[in-house]
């Protein structure tokens, strides 16, 4: 139970330090680049500074990421969220299950998403075509992801032998 | 479920109450209703025995197999 109590307060810290602050900066970047695009120009993208006039494109490029910015932030809320069923010894409610298979696609989107959004960026700011198959993040979002889908099926398949456990006389 | 529970029948037949039965065999009476209603998934042998012996009768007496309608 200790180890739950400060899992819960690192996700708490990790919450009200990165994510909350994170939230507004993301929300403030795409209302600026949209008022003065120029601030797209100040900005390193893929560790070069891109030429004028793709503004359009960094602009789409810029959505893209804060979306899947958000959606990482959502999930990491989600997660939070279901950490206190587990405080209030409910493990195998209804909506952990719900809550770890919707973390788990979000994850596998993130990493798929996230993956093509990377080689597109290289594409357009480094003109280079580049796959890398190695030990990337990508790969172990994908994989933390379908972690978690499986987790959801077995606290489905839990739940249910718990169930039949308890109406059992 | 195919499955009935005539423990109420039983009760009956014996005048005994469901709190009486239930503190002879030892289990709750929340856990006698659930047997009593067929809501139970399973019946340990134990507390079909105990059951039995309490109200003494033989397990055919208590579990009964109807069909389901299959219209239903």
């Known amino acids: 139970m200790r180890k739950l109590i ?20 993301i929300l403030i970047f795409l209302v600026l680049i949209f008022i003065n695009p120029e601030v797209l120009n100040r900005v390193s993208w893929m560790g070069s500074i891109p030429q004028e006039g793709s503004e359009i494109v960094l602009q789409i490029y810029s959505v893209s990421t804060a979306a899947m910015m958000y959606l990482g932030i959502y999930s990491f809320y989600v997660f939070r969220k279901t950490l206190r069923y587990f405080m209030n010894i409910k493990p195998f409610h209804e909506e952990v299950i719900k809550n770890f298979n919707t973390i788990g696609i979000m994850l596998c989107g993130l990493g798929i998403v996230g993956a093509i959004l990377v080689f597109i960026g290289r594409l357009v700011f480094e003109t280079k075509i ?28 839990a739940k249910h032998a718990k169930e039949e456990n308890e109406l059992t006389i | 479920m195919p499955i009935e529970v005539n423990l109420d029948v039983m009760l009956a037949k014996r005048d005994m109450k469901s709190n009486e039965l239930a503190e002879i065999i030892g289990i709750t009476t ?3 209703s659930i047997l009593k209603t067929g809501k139970a998934k399973a019946m340990r042998f134990s507390t079909l025995e105990a059951i039995c012996e309490a109200l003494d009768c033989q397990p055919g007496d208590i579990l009964e197999f109807v069909e389901e309608d299959p219209i239903k």
Do not use: Q
């Open chain 1, 130 to 157: 580049r796959i890398s198959l190695g030990f990337s993040p990508y790969l172990i979002l994908l994989c933390l992801g379908l972690f978690f889908m499986v987790l959801s099926e077995t606290f489905k398949v």
């Open chain 1, 6 to 25: 400060i899992l819960k307060s690192l996700v708490d810290f990790v919450w009200i330090v990165v994510c909350l602050p994170l939230l507004l900066v």
């Open chain 2, 30 to 32: 929340a856990n006698l």
